[in-house]
């Protein structure tokens, strides 16, 4: 693996289901595996149902075991952390955040917590140049507004302290060997469809390099054993890439396994690398 291909930020988006997670995961492990000092990235609310508890918890554990640190931006911490940071003062910050009107206002303001979560993000990466942060983010609709926040906030407040990190952001992101956008997908002709129109408008709007990725592809598969079920899954591949031929997209193949995680350590050392 050659180490000036590797970009400083990944974010991994697309439609829910199509395994952002498996994907961010097995890249993760695989950078881990060769090498590279890598954090993994994930944004959450305050408050968490009992099965995204569960899973966050799960998530530790796999990642402890393969000793990739996990960055969790839990949304309340990291504006009370960013407000500290700007007003040099734990207490100001604590009294900000539990404000209703400042809660109320986080809740109104689409984006708003994306611009928080990324600041902070580019915080850890400037003082950690050398390392390379992988962002489990939100669905592709989300993972648009994320980006489309960062710049609408810079054209509205014009200048000020909030306006100084979006231009900051901007900078960062807008150098094509700091970001790419890994861009998630699956076989299927409607999934691909949504993949096609978020992928148009991130090139036109932002022009940030993009990585089509079609998870669980049988293309590696040479026998598909009589299986009816096999033969139309291939079918229905083949029309979707289709599709995609103009983006020439990577394929992650679909691999049996006992558990989610023996999955991902499959994939990682499977043709991940193309992600770079």
């Known amino acids: 693996m050659s180490e000036t291909t590797l970009r400083k930020l990944y974010l991994f988006t697309g439609k829910g289901g199509v395994g952002k997670t498996s994907l961010s995961l097995s890249f993760a492990e695989y950078l881990k595996r060769n090498g590279s000092k890598v954090h993994y990235v994930t ?7 009992q099965k995204k508890k569960q899973q966050l918890t799960e998530l530790k554990t796999y990642l402890n075991q393969v000793s990739i640190p996990l960055i969790d931006l839990e949304l309340e911490e990291t504006l009370q952390n960013y407000i500290s940071q700007k007003f040099n003062s734990t207490t100001i910050a604590q009294f900000i955040v539990k404000a209703p009107f400042f809660r109320s206002l986080i809740n109104v303001i689409p984006g708003f917590n994306y611009v928080i979560f990324m600041g902070q993000l580019v915080k850890f990466m400037e003082d950690n140049p050398d390392h390379i942060y992988i962002i489990d983010g939100p669905a592709s609709g989300h993972g648009l507004t994320l980006l489309n926040a960062i710049y609408k906030f810079r054209d509205i407040f014009g200048s000020g302290l909030l306006f100084q990190d979006c231009v900051r952001l901007i900078s960062f992101l807008e150098k094509p060997e700091n970001f790419k956008v890994i861009l998630a997908t699956l076989p299927q002709g409607l999934v691909v469809a949504e993949t096609l129109e978020t992928y148009k408008e991130v090139k036109d709007i932002y022009n940030f390099p993009i990585e089509v990725v079609v998870n669980q592809s049988i293309d590696h598969l040479k026998d598909l054993h009589n299986s009816e079920f096999l033969k139309k899954y291939r079918e229905r591949e083949t029309n979707s890439l289709e599709l995609l031929q103009d983006f020439s997209p990577m394929k992650t193949p679909l691999l049996p396994g006992e558990n989610f995680f023996e999955i991902i350590h499959k994939i990682s ?8």
């Open 43 to 49: 944004f959450n609310s305050s408050s968490l149902s």
């Open 269 to 276: 050392e499977s043709n991940i690398e193309g992600v770079i």
